[in-house]
């Protein structure tokens, strides 16, 4: 089943939270002259219209990217990773997804490996790629991105940051995500592995984080940035969180500074909060 389109929510909240962390992460990555990959399991477009149908049908960046472009002050790093944004979007209405903003950051000598399943989606990050001009740098396949990784382990600059950011509209989503994980960590134990996750009601996503915590006990950072209380009802996303695996040592320490400003900026109720917890 293939029904997520990832243009009716970008510029969310969630995608600030992931961004910016995956920002943090390739810029910490770029001060080592050494080159290295960065996988996407799950590209989306790589880019998107903002006054598009689709974002303008429930408008969810309003409360995401437009509250941080507007915002009057910010703390460092986030100020950068606006100004940042500024630089690499083409246009004002423009937003950009996880390929776009890993295009940007990573240099010559660095690779992509991006997946999409989606044909639309899969046709538009062809084209858009394109337009950024990743020619050879870059390779994109309409593929399982879970499979997809595991068979790129271990890359061989033996440095790689991959990205995994699945929809989760399948139970098994959750369970699959784990199981890679596990499984791309015997090919490749040093990769720094970046998991995006929906924080909702529902008892797999509820449970994600401790099975994520398992798999790296001694070496993790999770990051989760809650916008509103949940609901009574258990419907809707209240949250979402960005979990690392052997993450960069500075990361901890930017998110300590910058997720306090972040859930006031992005608050949507009295009951915004982050969580930050980890070990290594
Ligand atoms: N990472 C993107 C970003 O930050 O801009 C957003 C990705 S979106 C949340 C998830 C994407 O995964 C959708 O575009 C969907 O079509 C795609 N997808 C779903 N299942 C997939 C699979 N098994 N392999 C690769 N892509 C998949």
Same mark, same amino acid.
């Given at each position: ?19 910016? $962390?995956?920002?943090? $992460? ?23 219209? /903002? ?17 941080? #472009? ?5 703390? %460092? ?8 944004? *500024? ?5 004002? !209405? ?12 990573t240099r010559a000598g660095d690779?992509?490996? &991006?997946?999409? /399943? ?31 990784? +595991?068979? +790129? ?9 991959? &990205?995994?950011?699945?929809?989760? %509209?399948? *139970? ?30 529902? %008892? ?7 099975? /994520?915590?398992? +798999? ?10 809650? $916008? ?13 969180? #960005?979990?690392?695996? !052997?993450?960069?040592?500075?990361l901890r320490e930017q998110l300590a500074r910058n997720l306090p400003?972040?859930? !006031? /900026? ?15």
């Amino acid at each position: 089943m293939l029904s997520y389109r990832h243009a009716f929510h970008a510029g969310n909240h969630a995608d600030i939270l992931k961004h910016f $962390v995956l920002w943090l $992460v390739l810029d910490y990555f770029g001060r080592k002259d050494k080159p290295y990959w960065y996988i996407d399991t799950h590209s989306g477009a790589g880019l998107y219209d /903002l006054g598009g149908s689709e974002a303008q049908k429930v408008g969810e960046y309003r409360s995401g990217i437009a509250r941080l #472009m507007a915002a009057d002050t910010l703390p %460092e790093p986030l100020a950068q990773f606006r100004g940042r944004l *500024k630089d690499i979007l083409p246009q004002e !209405n423009l937003y950009c997804g996880s390929p776009w903003l890993a295009q940007a950051q990573t240099r010559a000598g660095d690779k992509l490996r &991006l997946f999409e /399943l989606h044909p639309i989606d899969f046709a538009l990050l062809e084209n858009n790629m394109r337009e950024a001009g990743l020619k050879r740098r870059g390779i994109i396949r309409q593929e399982d991105g879970l499979k997809g990784l +595991l068979a +790129l382990l271990p890359p061989p600059t033996r440095r790689a940051v991959v &990205l995994t950011d699945p929809p989760y %509209e399948e *139970k098994q989503d959750y369970a699959r995500v784990v199981q890679t994980l596990k499984d791309a960590q015997k090919r490749f134990a040093q990769g720094c592995y970046l998991v995006w996750y929906p924080c909702l009601s529902r %008892e797999e996503s509820r449970r994600l984080p401790e099975q /994520l915590k398992k +798999l790296s006990p001694d070496k993790h950072l999770l990051a989760e940035l809650h $916008v509103a209380a949940p609901r009574a009802d258990g419907f809707g996303m209240h949250g979402s969180g #960005m979990f690392a695996i !052997n993450p960069p040592y500075l990361l901890r320490e930017q998110l300590a500074r910058n997720l306090p400003a972040l859930a !006031n /900026l992005l608050a949507q109720d009295a009951g915004a909060r982050f969580v930050l917890d980890g070990a290594g």
